[in-house]
C-alpha cells in the first residue's frame, strides 16, 4: 500500500514510502521500468518501507532537516541572483533617465525657444529589419520653424554625441494660438 511519495522534478528523483509486507527492490525496478517506457531515463527511484520493521525516526528527522536546508540554501541562491539583477537593471534605468535629461539640457542650451523637449528610449521597426533597433528618441516642439541647416547640424551632432546609435529626431511645430483661425459658433 502507497502511504506516501515526494517527487522533486529539478532533481530527477521520486521516493515512495509503502506499508505492509512488499518486496521493495521489485517495486523500485518496476517503477523505474515504468518511467523508461514513459521516456523518462534517469529518474532516481527510492522506495521506503513501513511495515513489521522498525525505522529510524531520527534519520529521518535528518533527512527532512537536510532536505528543508538544501530548499531553503537552493531559494536563498535563487533570490540573490534575481535581487542582483534586478539590482544592475534599475541601476542601468536610473543612468539612462540621468543621460536622457542631460541631453535635454544641453538641447535647451542650443535651443532655449524651443516649448517642449523630450528624450527617451525606445524600438523602432522598418520594413526589412527582421528585429526591431533600440533607438534614442528625441522630441522637440517649437514655435518657429529650423532651417535645414540647422536641423542637419543637431543631427551630426547628436551622431557624434551618440556613435553607432540609431537616433530619431522628432521637430514639430506648434502654432501659437494668436495664429489660430477663429472657430464659427453654430446657432
Known sequence: ?????????DKRRVMLTLGGDGQLDEVRQLVERQFATEGYDGVEVTVRHVGT???????????LQQQVLSNTLQQLQESVATNGRLEAEIKSLKSGQEEFERLIKEIRAQYPEAL????GSGSKAQRNEAQPQTT???TMVIDQPITASERTRLQSWL???YPGQAISLVISEEIASSKRTPQ????
Open 1 to 9: 500500500m502507497l502511504l506516501g511519495r515526494e517527487i522533486s522534478v
Open 159 to 161: 551622431k557624434a554625441r
Open 116 to 119: 517642449r523637449i523630450s528624450a
Open 136 to 138: 534614442i528618441i528625441i
Open 53 to 63: 520493521e522498525k525505522f529510524d525516526i531520527t534519520q529521518l528527522k535528518q533527512e
Open 184 to 187: 464659427r459658433s453654430r446657432r
